[in-house]
């Protein structure tokens, strides 16, 4: 018999509010190219210094499921999407100016 695990209102609450900071980022690529690779680590690097443990992102190769280019309507690679928090962004590029990045994302302010 596995007795169910119940979690405590503050256990609950800090659950609830980390999934709720959560971001979902996918990076759309074309197989392994410089470019492709080259975005994937900056993107990696600013999200561990940004967004250390809110985070998920995952990696679209267009050559292996070109069909879900249409879905986010991407039209060059790479090309990065924030799907939360809303609202949607998108950035392309090999993301390795930084600063636009984090103002693309939200994560700094427009100047």
Known sequence: MNPKRTRSAP???Q???TEADAWTL??????QTPKSITAFINLKKICEEHLAGRYQIEVIDLLENPQ??????ILAIPTLVRKLPVPVRK????LSNTERVL????LLPRT
Do not use: N, P, T
């Not at 996918?26 to 197989?31: I, K, T």
């Not at 950035?91 to 090999?94: A, F, L, V």
């Open 11 to 13: 256990q609950k609450a």
């Open 15 to 17: 659950r609830d509010q």
């Open 26 to 31: 996918r990076l759309y690529v074309a197989g």
């Open 68 to 73: 879900l280019a249409r879905g986010d309507q």
């Open 91 to 94: 950035i392309i590029g090999d």
């Open 103 to 106: 103002i693309g994302l939200d």
